[in-house]
């Protein structure tokens, strides 16, 4: 899809221009570094801007795209066609009573360390996640016991109508790694985090513990999408891999991780087509050995290349 003048003169004229970026790289802003062109990457600066965009997307049968922190997305290489929104520049964060409320934008490391500041918690599991709040609540993110289900009070949405509604956690059907955002079509603006009040050298030594714990066992000297698949009951998907001597399998610039088999890293430059085939390797071998078919967690998401 070529964006016409018309639809970006409407963009434009909802948010600044330079807001408005026509063929934009996408693995310039995605965690991965993996993607093709969006046809128009828009950051919009207030919830009214965002439900103008949803609404113009709507009345011109535009499809339309969320990215947030592109740490559990591979975007193809051909691209995403139409609209894609980031939120980064929503990205306050702030307190009321001994609540943390922030917006979609913001890295929910930074909800994490806020709380920390504010003598708060409930947020220290995030403290490494690499996403955005909104990303975080549409995966119902979680490490080291703790998901983003405990603690979420509730949450300002867009409807794919462009209305703002808000809603409790509980109207997200919340389970492991996932939400009924996707099904809904909901845009996550804001979110409001419940937490408890604490002394805050001992939230830092909990955050501390897990910091310790991820940057000895995580390869986060390289691009990546964290773990690539989810938890298989009765098993362990690192283990698995590891078992079936994958560690260390390249395709192009992608590799199964040396340091933990569970991650796929962008170590040299890869495309995700290189990304993607390595995972299908990846399946298909713990499959034949093991008959575990091993889910994806990540997403993947575009057009594929045109050859
Ligand atoms: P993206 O990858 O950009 O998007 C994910 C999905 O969310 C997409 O479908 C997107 O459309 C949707 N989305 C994004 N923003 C919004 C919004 N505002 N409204 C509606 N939909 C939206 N995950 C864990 O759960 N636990 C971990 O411990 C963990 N560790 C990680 C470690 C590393 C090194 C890496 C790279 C990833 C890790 N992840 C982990 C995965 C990832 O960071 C989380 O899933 C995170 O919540 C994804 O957020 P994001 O902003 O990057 O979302």
Redesign the pocket.
């Known amino acids: 899809m070529k964006v016409s003048h018309h639809l970006y003169d409407q963009l434009s004229r909802i948010t600044s221009e330079e807001n408005v970026m026509v063929d934009e790289l996408i693995r310039n802003h995605?965690?991965?570094k993996l993607g093709g062109k969006a046809d128009v990457y828009i950051t919009p600066e207030s919830y009214s801007e965002v439900q103008d965009i949803i609404k113009l997307a709507n009345k011109e049968e535009v499809p339309f795209?969320?990215?947030?922190?592109?740490?559990?997305?591979i975007v193809k290489d051909g691209g995403i066609r139409g609209i894609v929104m980031n939120?980064q520049k929503l990205s306050s964060i702030w307190r009321e009573e001994d609540k943390i409320i922030a917006q979609?934008?913001a890295r929910?490391i930074d909800a994490s360390r806020t709380a920390l500041a504010e003598s708060l918690a409930g947020l220290e599991f995030a403290c490494?996640?690499?996403?955005?709040v909104?990303?975080?609540?549409?995966?119902?993110?979680?490490?080291y016991g703790g998901?983003i289900k405990d603690v979420l009070e509730s949450t300002i949405?867009v409807t794919k109508e462009g209305d703002i509604r808000t809603l409790t956690a509980v109207e997200l059907d919340l389970d492991y790694?996932t939400s009924n955002?996707?099904d809904k079509g909901?845009?996550?603006?804001e979110a409001t985090f419940a937490l408890k009040k604490a002394n805050s050298s001992d939230i830092k030594e909990v955050m501390d513990d897990l910091t310790y714990k991820?940057e000895s066992k995580?390869p986060?000297e390289y691009p990546?999408?964290?773990?690539v698949f989810k938890r298989p009951p009765g098993y362990f998907a690192g283990k698995l891999i590891q078992d079936s001597e994958l560690q260390g399998t390249q395709i192009g610039g992608a590799e199964v991780s040396k340091k933990h088999a569970g991650?796929i890293v962008n170590k040299n430059n890869a495309s995700a087509t290189e990304y993607i085939n390595l995972i299908r390797h990846v399946q298909k071998t713990v499959s034949e050995k093991f008959g575990v078919q091993l889910e994806r967690?990540v997403?993947i998401?575009g057009e594929d290349p045109v050859e």
């Open positions: 995605t965690y991965t795209t969320m990215l947030g922190n592109g740490s559990n997305l939120l979609s934008g929910i490494g996640i690499p996403g955005s909104g990303g975080a609540l549409y995966m119902n993110a979680g490490a998901e949405v790694r955002i996707p909901y845009i996550v603006l991820r995580q986060l990546s999408c964290g773990s991650f967690e997403r998401i």
